[in-house]
């Protein structure tokens, strides 16, 4: 069955994880080659529209999304699926770079509070992105159920999974997707270089949605 990328490796330190990551031959490396499929993206996860996205055109990845790359698609998805575990704490962060004289091949940098969340969750958006693609013909992914499977792993593996008991005592109309109390949804940010530093101090106000950061960077990695 055809693949829209292909991991090369990756690499996880203290708080990142870096996935080398090759757009197979013959798939595109725009969205702009396939809006229809890049339309499917938003429509399985349409938060990605707002997310922050300061390594581009505008402010949000919605300023961008219709002309990026695919791999800033798939790191931006990710962010998304990550965030939406619960599980990522109060900022979540990635970045796409082009590796030099190799168009083809991006280096995806993003946030990794746990190794299992954040390969799980980049596992998972290449799926994703392989059905919008490759593989519309067929039923949609789960995005939801995909999210619920993902935190439950994550939490097993973390020694808590009995926790997930006690929120279903919580009344479903303050509980999330997940069974947790409901609160502010965190907003996706996309950042490159210094702006990393200057919009983790913009410390929101009251209530207001945490960042999460992502974004395509310009230029070529060193």
């Known amino acids: 069955m055809a693949e829209l990328f292909n991991i090369l490796k990756i690499t996880v330190d203290e708080d990142k ?8 031959p013959d798939m595109p490396l725009r969205t702009s080659e396939d809006i229809e499929a890049t339309a499917r993206v938003y429509y399985l996860a349409p938060a990605i529209a707002k997310h922050v996205c ?7 990845f919605q300023d961008c999304m219709g002309d990026t790359e695919i791999a800033h698609l798939l790191e931006h998805l990710t962010v998304e699926i990550m965030n939406e575990t619960g599980l990522a704490g109060d900022i979540s962060c990635g970045r ?16 990794c509070p746990d190794d299992a969340l954040t390969i799980g ?20 992914p789960d995005l939801p159920g995909t999210v619920d499977a993902l935190r439950r792993l994550v939490l097993s593996l973390r020694g808590e999974g009995d926790e997930e008991a006690s929120s279903e005592d919580v009344p479903a109309e303050e509980a ?23 919009a983790q101090a913009d410390e929101p106000d009251g209530d207001a949605p945490r960042p999460v950061f992502g974004g395509a960077a310009a230029g070529h990695m060193e």
């Open 17 to 24: 994880a870096r996935a080398r990551v090759l757009v197979n």
């Open 54 to 60: 300061l390594g581009d055109a505008g402010r949000e």
């Open 96 to 111: 796409t770079r082009a590796i030099e004289n190799d168009p083809r091949v991006y280096e995806i940098e993003l946030s």
């Open 121 to 140: 969750s980049l596992s998972s958006a290449t799926f994703m992105m392989d059905w919008a693609f490759l593989h519309s013909d067929v039923q949609a």
């Open 176 to 198: 999330g997707p997940m069974g947790e109390p409901t609160e502010p949804a965190q907003a996706q940010i996309d950042v490159e270089g210094a702006a990393v530093g200057a």
